[in-house]
């Protein structure tokens, strides 16, 4: 079945440091990526997405880029701040009818920066 | 409007009592969803509606019972609930059910059952 498999965390940054969360994902045909982030007490923002093979998504300095041939979306900033301190969800949806509709959520990774 | 609207914010709820938590958007999507979120874990998907019609229930307890009154609205109402239904309850809309455009998520519910 479809799947995604996110890198354990939590990471921990100092400001302006490089970031990269890495996302592999399992499904049949061409699904849609996504990253969300879901800020403390709040509910999941989309950040960016991806639609189809070589798409870059990109959204408040954050990129990823669908890679069919290694099945991966990794979330990359170049230079993290203080207000970047999140938990960040890659996911997946894949439409075959059967699956109207359903996200498939990798386990999430919590993201501190210190000033 | 670009929201999903979610209310209350917070409930705190005995186990013999019977409320509704209620998801509101305007923006002529055609599917809408709850999902249910634990503490440090990712949302876990409960219920879909596409075009007004429940779609998917993922073998959710009775005890939770999915409404969808018009295309603008979507509610959840809880009864006899257990302490460990206690989580975080969001409401997310997408313009059909397809899932390619992404979804808008709501700010949830945070319920405690006591």
């Known amino acids: 079945g479809d799947s995604v498999t996110q890198m354990e965390g939590p990471v921990t940054l100092s400001e302006e440091a490089f970031l990269t969360i890495n996302c592999t994902y399992t499904?049949?045909?061409?699904?849609?990526l996504f990253w969300y982030v879901q800020y403390p007490g709040e509910g999941l923002q989309l950040l960016l997405k991806?639609?189809?093979?070589?798409d870059k998504g990109s959204n408040k300095g954050f990129e990823a880029t669908y890679r069919k041939e290694t099945t991966s979306f990794h979330l990359e900033k170049g230079s993290v701040q203080v207000s970047d301190s999140a938990v960040y969800f890659c996911?997946?949806?894949?439409?075959?009818?059967?699956?109207?509709?359903?996200?498939?959520f990798g386990r999430g990774t919590q993201l501190t920066v210190w000033p | 409007d670009t929201e999903v609207t979610q209310t209350p914010k917070h409930l705190v709820m005995g186990m013999t009592n019977k409320k509704s938590l209620k998801c509101e958007q305007h923006?002529?999507?055609?599917?809408m969803y709850w999902y249910k979120q634990k503490a440090k874990k990712p949302p876990e998907l409960m219920f879909v509606?596409?075009?007004?019609?429940?779609?998917i229930n993922e073998s959710v307890p009775s005890r939770f019972s999915p409404e969808c009154p018009n295309s603008s609205l979507l509610n959840l109402h809880l009864h006899a609930l257990q302490p460990e239904d206690s989580a975080l309850y969001l409401c997310?809309?997408?313009?059909?059910?397809?899932?390619?455009?992404?979804?808008?998520f709501g700010s949830g519910t945070r319920l405690t059952v006591v």
């Open positions: 997310a809309s997408s313009p059909s059910g397809t899932g390619g455009e992404g979804y808008t």
């Open positions: 499904a049949t045909g061409y699904p849609s």
């Open positions: 991806a639609t189809k093979a070589d």
């Open positions: 996911a997946l949806s894949n439409y075959r009818g059967s699956t109207l509709g359903r996200l498939y």
């Open positions: 923006m002529g999507h055609r599917a």
């Open positions: 509606y596409s075009y007004e019609k429940l779609s």
